[in-house]
C-alpha cells in the first residue's frame, strides 16, 4: 500500500492507484477505473432498491409481502443482468490482459532473479550481470538502536546499490523466476507485479517512455528480510544507456564470474 502513495510529497493522501508511466499502467488504471464505477453504479442501483423498499413497504405501515415465486419474469432479469454485466467487465479486462502478456517483438531481454534479499540483473543480449540491493544508507538506518532518523535518509528503504538500467522507449522483455522463494518484482509506476518462482520463468515486458527513477520493492512475503529488498529502476536516453551498457562491459568479465559461482 505504501508504494501506491510514492510520488510527490502529498501524495500520501491519495486515495486511488497511482496512473504510472507506461501504456500497460494506463490501461491498468482505466481498467480499475470502469470497474469500481460498473460497481459503484450496482451499489446504488441495489442499496436503493433495498433501503427504498424497507422505509416504503415496512411492515409498520401494514404492508403485505408480495408472492412472485417462479415469476419468470424476475428469473430472466437476474440471469441477463449479471451476464451483460460481466461481459461489459471481461471485453476491456481480456484486451488488457493479452496486451499486458505479449512481449513478442522485444528490443532486448533482462533476466530478474530474486534471492533472500536481492534482486540479479542479467542483460541476455548485453553480456552484462549484477546484484541489485539495499543501499549502505538505509541498511544503516534499519539496524537496531543506529541511532540514525530514518526520515534523514533520502529514499530511506526504497534504494539499491545498483539500480537496474533500461532505454527509454524500448520495449524490454524480462524473464523473471527466483533462486530461493517466491519474491515478487514489483514497480507501481510500470503497472504490474509478477512473481519470481524458483524453478519457474515468468515473462513479462514494459516500455517506458519518460526517463526517469522508478522505485518499488519485493511484492511477496519472501523472509525476515522482506521488507529490504527494494527494486530501483532508472530509465535511460537510448544514447546514455549505450555508454552505461559499455562501462559495464568494461567490467563485465568479473560480474559474470561472480554470477556462476
Ligand atoms: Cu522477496
Known amino acids: 500500500m505504501a508504494l501506491t502513495m510514492v510520488g510527490t510529497a502529498r501524495a500520501e493522501w491519495a486515495l486511488n492507484l497511482p496512473k504510472g508511466v507506461t501504456q500497460i499502467s494506463h490501461e491498468v488504471y482505466d481498467l480499475h477505473m470502469i470497474v469500481m464505477w ?18 416504503k413497504h415496512r411492515k409498520s ?29 471481461a471485453i476491456p479486462a481480456t484486451k488488457t490482459l493479452v496486451n499486458l502478456y505479449n512481449s513478442d517483438d522485444a528490443d532486448m531481454t533482462i533476466k530478474v532473479t530474486g534471492y533472500q534479499w536481492k534482486w540479479h540483473y542479467e542483460y541476455l543480449d548485453g553480456n552484462v550481470a549484477f546484484y541489485s ?54 514497480v507501481p509506476a510500470i503497472g504490474w507485479k509478477i512473481d519470481a518462482v524458483p524453478g519457474f520463468v515468468n515473462e513479462m515486458w514494459t516500455k517506458v517512455d519518460q526517463p526517469g527513477t522508478y522505485r518499488g520493492q519485493c511484492a511477496e512475503l519472501c523472509g525476515k528480510d522482506h521488507g529490504f529488498m527494494p527494486v530501483v529502476v532508472e530509465v535511460k536516453p537510448e544514447a546514455e544507456y549505450h555508454t ?3 562501462a559495464q562491459q568494461g567490467e563485465g568479465a568479473n560480474t559474470r564470474v561472480a554470477v556462476a559461482n
Not at 409481502?65 to 461481459?87: D, G, K, N, Y
Open 133 to 186: 540491493q539495499l543501499d549502505s544508507a538505509s541498511n544503516a538506518a534499519r539496524q537496531l538502536g543506529s541511532g540514525i532518523d530514518p526520515k534523514t535518509v533520502e529514499n530511506y528503504l526504497l534504494n539499491v546499490d545498483k539500480p537496474l538500467v533500461i532505454p527509454a522507449g524500448k520495449k524490454v522483455r524480462f524473464l523473471v523466476t527466483a533462486n530461493d522463494v517466491i519474491h515478487a518484482w514489483w
Open 38 to 55: 460498473i460497481c459503484v453504479v450496482i451499489g446504488i442501483g441495489v442499496f436503493g432498491v433495498m433501503f427504498y423498499s424497507i422505509a
Open 61 to 89: 405501515k401494514g404492508v403485505v409481502p408480495a408472492h412472485f415465486h417462479e415469476s419468470t419474469a424476475v428469473e430472466v432479469a437476474w440471469t441477463v443482468i449479471p451476464f451483460v454485466i460481466l461481459i461489459a467487465i
Open 244 to 246: 552505461w551498457l559499455a
